[in-house]
C-alpha cells in the first residue's frame, strides 16, 4: 500500500514570498489533515478535511494560510505572504474515514520549510 | 481546546532499563489515546493506542496505562534498545478525530 506522498520535500524562500506544498493521502482515505511541526514542538493541527468539505480549521492562520482539497483527493496548502515564523515542517496525514471514531492517521514525510 | 502536557521532557536511561513518560490532558470527553514515536527527520508513526474502555495494553516491550478518572495516560517502554532513542509524542483524541499532540519527551538510550 502506498503511503501518504507529499512534495517538495524542502523549501527555501524569503520572507513576503508564497509558498504551496502538495499532499496525495493513502488511496480511499476520506480524512486528510494538515500540521505544522516547529522544531523541538508536538505537531499542531492546522486544517482537518473530511472528503472535499473542512472539519476544524480553527487554528489555520487565515490572514496568511489557506488549503484545498477540491476533489476530495489530494490537496494543497498555501502560505501567502510567508513570514519568518513560518518555518517548520510541515506534515500531510491521512486516516480511513472521520466517522470511524477514533482512526489511526499515517503520516507523510513532511516538508520543512525555511523562510530567511 | 484540549490542554495536553507530557513529562519528562526528556529522559536518559541506560540500556535494559525501563522508560516512563506520562500525558495528562484536560477534556474529559477524549476517548482515543495513542502514542506516536518519531526520529530525527522522519516522520511520527503510531506505536500504541488504547481506547476509552481499556485500562491497559501490551505490544512486546511497550505497553499503555490509561487513567481516565484522572485524566492521564502512559507509555511503559521495557527492556530498552538504543532504537528506543527519538522523541515520543501522546496525541488524545476527542470530537471527530482531533489530535492534539503534546510537546513531545526526548528518549535517550544509552549504550
Redesign the interface.
Known sequence: EAGVAQSPRYKIIEKRQSVAFWCNPISGHA?L?W?QQIL??????LI?FQNNGV??D?QLPKDRFSAERLKGVDSTLKIQPAKLEDSAVY?CAS?LD?DR?????Y????TRLTVL | ?ENVEQHPSTLSVQEGDSAVIKCTYSDSAS??F?WYKQELG?????II?I?SNVGEKKDQRIAVTLNKTAKHFSLHITETQPEDSAVY?C?P?YN?????????TKLNVKP
Do not use: E, W
Open positions: 480524512t489533515y500540521y523541538g514542538q508536538g505537531p499542531k493541527l482537518q472539519v476544524d480553527s506534515l486516516s472521520l471514531v477514533p482512526d489511526t492517521q503520516f507523510g514525510p513532511g | 481546546g476517548n482515543y495513542p522522519k516522520r511520527p508513526q503510531l493506542d481506547r509524542f496525541a483524541v471527530f478525530n482531533k489530535f492534539y499532540f503534546g510537546s513531545g
